[in-house]
């Protein structure tokens, strides 16, 4: 068998998109290079700005961790951890326990957020009321997560948000936005856009890595895996078209890297004026679509079903 492509050593992983056989130390390398350049190719972060990095406590976000306070450990206090607790009994504490315990072994500070303190019920609570609903538990919990996000960079002073979406969340969400007739949502997934409804950019510096990379990463840097899923996952679509890639993948190597290219090449073509205009929500103040934000609309219906405090 043939060695490390880059230094001759002990093979580790090899990439099947690219042929290239890599030892473990040149494939973690490899994966804080990929990431110093999708960061520098779509100008994400710019020099001394400080960015709060989302960690869920999952494998990608610890990933993450890890690989930005590497590329910017030298300016000390440019990364800080953000993390935002659901309130879902049984579910988060584990992966909240993984944030803490990396940021605290890297010196990185870290604020976590709750549902319960910014909106005053927990997931838990909110998803009392399910049968009521027509909207996802994940789509449901991912408007006010965003809005936690928001509120956690707002308070640790960062100016741009790093998510941990790797290159197949990428290339899924561009997938299902078509199946789902979803097109004014693609201006979403440029790199370089910014939404004007968040205070704060958001960036995907993993956005250039394939999934299984990340993991790997992960794993050999000893970092834990959430042994739990969240109880209310439901991913419908997505599933489906994360198979289908995966399966595309290996008849194919390397589809879903032309499948990120094409789908960058049209997302650049959109016109960006087709974006949601933006007016001040009229309970929150925060850029809306509609007169009153979905954070302040769905919390008006969660208020209505839950007792809260009782
Ligand atoms: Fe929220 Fe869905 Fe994540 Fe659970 S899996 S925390 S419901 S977004
Ligand atoms: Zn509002």
Known sequence: MTGCSRCGGKPFYTRRYSGETLCASCFRESIVQKTRKTVSKYKMISAGERVAVAVSGGKDSLSLLRVLNELYRPRRNQIVAISVDEGVAGYRDEALDHARSLASELGVEQVVVSYKDLFGFSLDEALDWKEDRDVSSCSFCGVFRRRAIDEAAVRVRASVVATAHNLDDYVQTFMMNLMHGDIARLAWLDPTYADDSFPVRRVKPFMEIYEEEVALFAFQAGLPFQSISC??????????????????????????????????????????????????????????????????RMKAAVEEHVKLGA
């Not at 499948?259 to 960058?264: D, M, N, P, T």
């Open 231 to 296: 109880p209310y996952m439901h991913e419908g679509l997505r599933t489906e078209v994360r198979d289908y890639l995966n399966m595309m993948e290996a008849n194919h190597p390397g589809i879903k890297n032309v499948l990120l290219r094409s789908a960058l090449d049209v997302i650049s073509r959109y016109p960006r004026s087709t974006g949601r205009a933006s007016v001040p929500c009229s309970n929150c103040g925060r850029p809306s679509s509609s007169a009153l934000c979905s954070v302040c």
